[in-house]
C-alpha cells in the first residue's frame, strides 16, 4: 500500500534526431527504416493496478515488418533499479550501468513478443516472469508489466529489430549493405538511442548509462522508521525513568 501512494508518474524527454548511435551508424534500407522510427522522444513511468504501466514515445511509429500489433521498426529495452544492488551489465547491448547499483528488472519489447525478467533476490540469477501486455497509441508503444509499484530508476535503449536473428536484434557491423546496420567501430553498441540528457554521450565513448529517475526503497524506509521509533520509545523510557528517580 505504502509503495502505491508513493509511486508517482515519472517522464523524462529525450533529444530528437539522435538515433544514429555515435553519429554514424547507418539504418538499413531494406527494408527501410527511418530514424523518427528508431529515435527515443520520452519515457514515462506510473503505477497501473497492481504493477507498472511504461510508455514508451518515438518520433514516428514504424512497422517496417507488418507485425500484427503496428509496431516492429526497433527493440526497446527498459532496466528497472528497484532498490540495492542488482545487475551492472545492461544484457546484451554492449553497455553498463554508470555509478554503482544495478538494474533488477529487465523488459524487451519487440514487434513480435516481450518479455520480463528479474534479478533472483539472493543474486543468483535471472528468472522469467509473465510477459508484459503491449500496445501501440499514436507514436508511442504503452507497457503494462508485473513489477511491483514504486518510483524507480531506469535505463532505456532502443536497437534495430529483425526477425532474421534469434533474439529480433540487429547488431551493428562495419560491413556495408542495404540489409545491415552499419557502424564506424568494431565495438559499437547494439542500441543506435539511449534515453540520456542531449550532451551525454557515455553510451558510445564509455559504453555507459546513467540511471534516469528516482530510487524510493520502501522496506528500506519502513525499517528505518521502525528504528527510528524504537529509539525514540527508548529515550522517552529512560527519560521517565530518570525523572522518577530523582
Known amino acids: 500500500m505504502l509503495s502505491l501512494l508513493t509511486a508517482a508518474l515519472l517522464t523524462i524527454p529525450d533529444p530528437a534526431g539522435d538515433a544514429r548511435g555515435d553519429g554514424g551508424y547507418l539504418l538499413p534500407t531494406r527494408p527501410a527504416i527511418t530514424q523518427d522510427a528508431v529515435d527515443l522522444r520520452s519515457f514515462s513511468a506510473q503505477p497501473q493496478g497492481r504493477g507498472m504501466q511504461f510508455t514508451v514515445t518515438f518520433g514516428q511509429m514504424g512497422n517496417p515488418w507488418n507485425a500484427p500489433g503496428g509496431y516492429s521498426a526497433g527493440v526497446t529495452d527498459i532496466f528497472v533499479k528497484t532498490g540495492f544492488g542488482g545487475q551492472m551489465a545492461l544484457a546484451d547491448t554492449g ?3 554508470r555509478g554503482p547499483g544495478g538494474w533488477q528488472y529487465h523488459l524487451r519489447v519487440t514487434g513480435l513478443g516481450s518479455t520480463l525478467e528479474a534479478v533472483a533476490e539472493d543474486g ?12 501501440v497509441s499514436g507514436t508511442s508503444v504503452v507497457i503494462d508489466a508485473a513489477i511491483p509499484t514504486g518510483d524507480y530508476a531506469y535505463w532505456v535503449t532502443n536497437a534495430v529489430y529483425t526477425p532474421l536473428s534469434p533474439d529480433g ?8 549493405g542495404s540489409t545491415v546496420l552499419q557502424a564506424g567501430r568494431a565495438d559499437s553498441p547494439v542500441p543506435v538511442d539511449v534515453l540520456a540528457p ?3 554521450n557515455g553510451a558510445y565513448t564509455d559504453h555507459t548509462v546513467a540511471p534516469l529517475g528516482e530510487t524510493r526503497n520502501t522496506a528500506t524506509l519502513i525499517l528505518a522508521g521502525m528504528g527510528l521509533l524504537g529509539l525514540l520509545v527508548t529515550l522517552g523510557a529512560t527519560i521517565a525513568v530518570w ?4
Request: hydrophobic share 40%; proline share 7%; net charge positive.
Open 124 to 135: 543468483s540469477g535471472l528468472h522469467t516472469l509473465a510477459a508484459p501486455t503491449v500496445r
Open 198 to 200: 542531449a550532451g551525454d
Open 243 to 246: 525523572r522518577r528517580d530523582r
Open 169 to 176: 536484434v540487429l547488431r551493428p557491423t562495419q560491413a556495408a
Open 95 to 97: 553497455l553498463r550501468v
